[in-house]
Structures are given as structure tokens and as C-alpha cells.
């Protein structure tokens, strides 16, 4: 089964702050395009120019962009909303 540019395969929307596993990968979703949904730190303007997609911050290789999820993505915990909730 896809994902889409905004989706886990799961169905679950991709959301900044998400901890996820790619491909033995552990790392945080810095922001999804599209949805406007961006980490503290990270400015949508200026990463407009990439279109659509996400990025990942992976513990293991830095800055990972992927214009749509595959079946190695995968949700290990949801962010956290602001406030804590």
C-alpha cells in the first residue's frame, strides 16, 4: 500500500513532531508542505520552493525530504500539540 505526500500508510496524517522509523531510520517530522503544519524553527517560507512533500529529521543522516510516504515510514509516536495536550 502507498502513502500519500501528507499520509502514513496507516491512514494516519504526517504531523510535525511526529517520531517515526524509516528503514532502521529514527527521526522527527520537521514539517509537511501543504498542510501547514511546521516544527518550532522551521520557517514555511522558506521552504515554499520545494513544493509538496515532507521533511524528515533523521537522528542517523540529518535533513530527509520526501515529496510522498512509502511503506517504510512508519508512525512510532504522535507529537505532542502545543499545550501539551
Known amino acids: 500500500m502507498q502513502g500519500t ?48 512533500g515532507f521533511m524528515v529529521e533523521y537522528d542517523q543522516a540529518g535533513l530527509v525530504f520526501a515529496e510522498e510516504a512509502d511503506e517504510d515510514l512508519e508512525l512510532v509516536a504522535r507529537a505532542v500539540p502545543a499545550g501539551g495536550v
Open 5 to 52: 505526500d501528507t499520509r502514513y500508510c496507516s491512514g494516519d496524517d504526517i504531523r510535525a513532531g511526529d517520531r517515526v522509523r524509516c528503514a532502521g531510520w529514527t527521526g522527527r517530522v520537521a514539517f509537511v508542505l501543504g498542510t501547514g503544519s511546521f516544527a518550532a524553527g522551521y520557517i514555511p517560507a522558506d521552504w515554499a520552493y520545494l513544493g509538496r
